[in-house]
């Protein structure tokens, strides 16, 4: 019996549900599963996650502090809560995000990262099961290091570049998370050109981050991320993990056509590829060099923190009730 793309692909690749629906991981059933800011905000409008945010502020409403110091509490237990109904349908982990706003803040982010892992670990939750979710500015990455070094795993998203992605590495993440499709939206817009398969500026950069990383003995992961078609899927197996949407995991399911390992580490480690530097100077001139990185770094941070703002509103709303 064939296999559909979706599972030829599994062989190929560890496959990440890219969604807050618990019931499309269900379907799909990924190793992992991966959530930010907008999916959460989105997920807690309907109607089969409103228990999840009543139990959230049910429990956080009559907790010590200032309303917004309860709505940001209560935002950290409805994390924990989708994280932990998430880790009941997949085997592996579940990525939880940091708030983007502490993106450019490392004392923040390590406060905040310690206090949800704590909160998993007060509900059974191994923090091997968790990966906390960063921004990959120069301030996450050196959150990342220390978090690293105290045993919590880190998943560097928002990833554009090569800088981001080496600075990232240094700091021994055990995942980053290079956005393919935001990539290829930028230069689209600035082209007016379609890109398709291996054309693709967002393909190319996670190529080149996949062969760097194995060129030289990271033992970060890649996991290609934020995808707009079957192509930029399809031209990626093989590389360590891809996280994807409902709607493309359907389309993979659905489709029969062959799926070919496009990355092997040991053809990447043959690729003629210079190091670069990874000290901060370095990184901010070559980030600021490149810019598709540095507007849609600032771009999703922006978005992500204004999610986050919405979903405090909507709690705060309740609050008043």
């Known amino acids: 019996?064939?296999?559909?793309?979706?599972?030829?692909?599994?062989?190929?690749?560890?496959?990440?549900?890219?969604?807050?629906?618990?019931?499309?991981?269900?379907?799909?059933?990924?190793?992992?599963?991966?959530?930010?800011?907008?999916?959460?905000?989105?997920?807690?409008?309907?109607?089969?996650?409103?228990?999840?945010l009543e139990k959230a502020v049910a429990e956080g409403r009559n907790a010590s502090g200032s309303k917004d110091e309860r709505a940001r509490a209560i935002i950290?237990?409805?994390l924990i809560l989708f994280g932990c109904e998430i880790l009941k349908i997949v085997p592996g982990r579940v990525s939880t995000e940091v708030d983007a706003r502490l993106s450019f803040d490392v004392a923040?982010?390590?406060?905040?990262?310690?206090?949800?892992?704590?909160?998993?670990?007060?509900?059974g939750i191994p923090r091997e099961r968790v990966l906390i979710k960063i921004a990959s500015t120069w301030e996450g990455a050196q959150a990342a290091r220390v978090l690293q070094q105290e045993g919590i795993s880190c998943n560097l998203t928002l990833m554009f570049s090569l800088p981001q992605a080496v600075v990232c590495a240094e700091a021994g993440a055990t995942l980053i998370s290079p956005f393919v499709g935001r990539i290829y939206?930028?230069?689209?817009?600035?082209?007016g050109k379609e890109y398709v398969g291996a054309d693709d500026p967002g393909v190319q950069s996670v190529r080149t981050i996949?062969?760097?990383?194995?060129?030289?003995?990271?033992?970060t992961e890649v996991m290609g991320a934020s995808f707009r078609n079957l192509s930029q899927i399809v031209e990626l197996a093989g590389c360590d993990l891809l996280t994807i949407s409902p709607g493309l995991l359907g389309e993979l399911a659905t489709s029969m056509a062959t799926?070919?390992?496009?990355?092997?580490?040991a053809v990447a480690k043959?690729?003629?590829?210079?190091?670069?530097?990874?000290?901060?100077?370095?990184?901010?001139?070559?980030?600021n060099e490149d810019a598709m990185a540095t507007e849609k770094l600032a771009e999703g941070i922006r978005v992500f923190a204004a999610d986050i703002v919405k979903l405090e509103k909507k709690i705060l709303a309740k609050l008043s009730v």
């Open 1 to 52: 019996m064939s296999l559909n793309a979706l599972d030829q692909l599994k062989r190929l690749t560890t496959v990440v549900a890219d969604t807050g629906d618990f019931a499309s991981m269900k379907e799909f059933a990924p190793q992992d599963a991966t959530t930010n800011p907008t999916l959460i905000e989105k997920a807690v409008d309907m109607p089969a996650y409103q228990p999840l």
């Open 76 to 78: 950290d237990h409805l």
């Open 108 to 123: 923040g982010t390590l406060d905040k990262a310690r206090h949800l892992i704590g909160l998993y670990q007060a509900v």
């Open 185 to 191: 939206d930028w230069y689209k817009k600035s082209t």
């Open 210 to 219: 996949y062969a760097y990383y194995k060129k030289f003995g990271y033992e």
């Open 259 to 265: 799926v070919e390992k496009k990355l092997d580490p």
């Open 270 to 287: 043959l690729t003629p590829i210079d190091r670069i530097p990874s000290d901060e100077k370095t990184f901010r001139f070559l980030l």
